[in-house]
């Protein structure tokens, strides 16, 4: 028992990262037509700033404030100067064009800091015992942090005008254009947005896995399952799919192989698209003649 | 499939080249440590055409590639190992690869690209997962040789890492480039190709888009995976490194460089895969590095890829040394179209051919909206029925139900066509049953030429079918533009070939959406011809439209739809005298309401000259209009007269095309959109927040506008400013929509269509508040589908008929009325003999 407790708080620590990084994801589709695949690899070259400024005394809060800003400032960096130019709409052309950066920056990462894994510090160390089993700390923190984040997130849409602006492009970008909303400010605040909340989410990965150049790309596809899940579109989508792949990715390594873990994630996937394609929380679309 | 004479040569182009190449690596003249990378690049021409071919002729961008190539490859070890002849390799190989992808092609079909893209991901992490574990059979990390495999056939034996294997891959090469060339002038790409570019249209004419994508993936994977066996004989040992994510990466890459979809590409793709790694280091930059700067520099400044780039003015320079200069578009007029115009109902019905259509209680209900309400319709083969009514009528909703284009939605009642029931047909029988439908649009595929559009109505082309599109393209006046793409030509030539689309293979019925929708007099006259020659070959026509004389010119009987329901039936000279009808386009008002008396003199805004098209179509031609201060400006006209252009144009928010916009000092023009155009998904109070947000509006400001504009609100939305828009009824929303308009506090509101949809009594709630917001000062403009109702509620009307305003004064002078309504249906020139009629 103590130990499925242990695999649960992991995984949904692991879900909590996944649903960060998945709503990133969305808020930049939803805005920008654009899949971001790059998003991984610009959070990872936030990740080695954050890790040299340790490196130099820095704590490690402003080393993850660095992180977010550094990541955040490329991703926008990227979208003014190639993805932008592509013209909007462009659903294939983006992604692919994202994918080119994405293997540019990750080779810069390698190229700058080397591929031999770095640690990243935990912000939090130790463990606390709860029915019988030890919890790690930093699991609970990654879980408090993303929720907090979330939170935010989730304010800012419900509850705030720019946060209604947004959801209005999203919902209908020619009658935005008609009431006379700045697409273009718009969209830049969305990648912002989505750019951090990828750092963040990095930053509570990162002391798990190590670092390396590559070491996001795992997340960033299970993030891809959890929003496909969730349905592409909705936010709270992102955050239960990616909670949901979360845990069962830790089941899988657990209880089966850590080696088919992806096997496990990605197969129960494509069976609830198969019998809901438009995803748990997604709708259904309809071409008019 | 035809074989003509250029088409052999292009197909042994492929041979000849990998015969030559052959000759070379026999020769000696290729080193022999260069021998490996030409056989390597021709295995990846292969898989580039294969990745390449399924993007471009079926939309379906795989990253699942890499998968089936190591399938092949492990095929080949596996097969080496347990003493497989070469063809059970291939063979076993080549089914795994159809089986599996003609699954993911018929699960992908359901799902958008991105999730194609998801569903290829997932199938190559799996497949990697696996052959990493599975490790009795892959050797894991380790890897496993290809030592060698016999033929069973006595072909020899060929070992793992051989020349002679090298031989096979570039031979193999050749005939895949050879089978490609056919392939890409049959019948079965144009119909992928009609599946990917238009999948509703496609199932009219009989294509179901899962099957092909099935199909075309299927195809695909097989030869990926053969690939991948040829992979395994080459290299003579498979581990799992070269299946990477990346390799996939790397295909796109490839593929988008040589040139989506085309055969040469796709050898410049293979080529760049090879030498890649020797590029880069010529070039001093790490491989993923270029690999990434190659797929970023190619989208941004050659989005068509390199051959495609290449091949363009080498083909016009080719032309223009070889031949006569392209045809220029063909002339609308052929001189045999140009008969007189025959009178109406030249061909007679004679009332006794059987029913060959027959709708009984047909109602279409989407949610809780019924679009169409036990409407009962039936018709003769000897008929050409017409449906008129206004906007929102159900009209396209009764067509689709015929052709079974209902989408999600809920239909009951009976339908039969032809002696049997239709409703449990699927789109894609009904055209086999024998019904072909137009579109209001002219949904075309626009990536065939003309002569494909139609062409891909067949399975397997012949020569015969090739020769009955021609003819049949040339009884409509497209011969001329067959090697054309639909979007280089004009709307009414593209109508023309919609139409085109639907008569090939001669149907028993033909449904047409509107076919005199954006078409000019003489388009519509040729048009007319054309259904009474289609009439007079006894074909059944069911067609709906709104421009009324050409309408009623053709039609021998008239059925008259609104709200869903059947309100009144005759023929087309009796069925205007029914006042339901008549009311249904013109609207009942009873008395005037009280407009402010007083009109300023200053004007506000001012159109001069204005003209504005849609890809040749033309929606606005030639308007002057000038809206003075506080004045109610009524713009009536038919639908697809104009207005909704008309009102982006006065916003501001739509560019004319030509002709100038000038306004009176700094004027603030608001717009309430025609269907309200609210955001849905966000609350009332959202909607006007974001409204106001635009216009730089924040903070105290915008609160205090905010409880302004929603005391001008009626207190039921009062009550629920924070219940998302999409929970209001029709009228609600457009009270939503003229609030979300005011809160800027414009000096000039333009309404497009308020009363669209809404029950009468709803509509004058509308009016009255649009009345009282000029009594306040604001000037209005109104843009309005029943002329009664302008007239009834402007100071100033004016008459838009097919773009150009026909008719223009004040509601009160008595003249003014039937005139405005002679404009109304005919416009200005025809005015004085339609009145008559009328």
Redesign the interface.
Known sequence: MSQFLLVLVSGVASGAVYGLIGLGLVIIYRATDV?NFAMASLATLGLYVAVSLRDQGVATVLGIVAAVTITVVAGLLVRET?IR??GQGQ???A???T??????V???AS?VWGDEPKSFPNLVNGTVSWSGAALPVQSLVTIAVAAVAMAVVGYLFART??G??M??VA??A?????????AQRLARIAWALGLGLAALAACLYAPRSGLVPTALVAPL?RA??GI?LGG?TSMYGAVVGGLTVGVLDNLAANYA?A??R??FV??F??LV??IR?QGIFGT?T???? | MVFNRSLLAKAALGPAAGAVLMAFMASGAIPAYQMYSVALAAIYTIVVLSVGLLAGWSGIWSVGHPAFFAIGAYFAAYGSGHGWSLETVVLGAVVTGTVLGAFLGYAGARFSMLYIALLTLAFTMVTLELVNRWSSVTGGDQGVAVLQLRSSLGLGTLAGGSTESQYLAVGAAAVVLALAVPAAASGLRMRLVAAKSHPLAARTIGIAPEAQSALAFAVSAAFTTFAGVLLGLITGFVSPDPFSLNLGIALIAACVLGGVGTIIGAVAGGAYLTWNPSLSSAVGLPQPVVQGLVLVGVLLFLPGGVVPFLSAPLRSALRRVWRRPAPTPAKPNPAADLAPRQPATATAATGEAAVVLRLEHVSVAYGGLKALEDASVSLRQDEVLAVIGPNGAGKTTLLNAVSGLTGNGRVSGTVDFAGGSLLKARATARRRLGIGRTFQHAEVFSELTVAENVLCTRRWITARDRADVARLLDSVGLADVADRRPGELPFGLQKRLDLARAMAEEPKLLVLDEPFGGLDAGERALLAQQIRRLHAQGTAVLVIDHVLDDLFSVAHRVLAFDFGRTIGEGTPDTVLDNPEVRSSYLGTVGGRAELPERVGERSVLRLSGVGHTYGGVVALRDVDLDVREGVVLGIAGANGAGKSTLAGILHGSLKPARGSRETGGTVRTSLAPEGRALFKTLSLRENLEVAAYAAGITGAPLRERLAETTEWLPPRLRDRMSVPAAGLSGGEQQMLAIARALIVKPDVLIVDEPALGLAPALVDEVYDRLVRLAHDGLTVVLLEQLLSRAMSVCHEVAVLHEGSVAAQGRPGDPSFAALAEAAYFSGARETAATTARL
Not at chain 1, 99 to 104: A, F, H, K, T
Not at chain 1, 174 to 182: H, S
Not at chain 1, 286 to 289: A, G, I, L, N, P
């Open positions: 899949v190639v130019p592509l659903l294939f052309s992604l692919v064009v994918m080119g950066v994405s293997l540019v990750e080779n810069i190229s005008t720019l209604s602006a959801r209005a919902e209908n020619e009658t935005a254009r008609v009431v006379g909303l700045g596809f891809f399952a496909f592409l192989s080696s088919l992806d096997t990605f197969s996937t494509v698209l198969l394609p259904r309809f071409q008019r003649v």
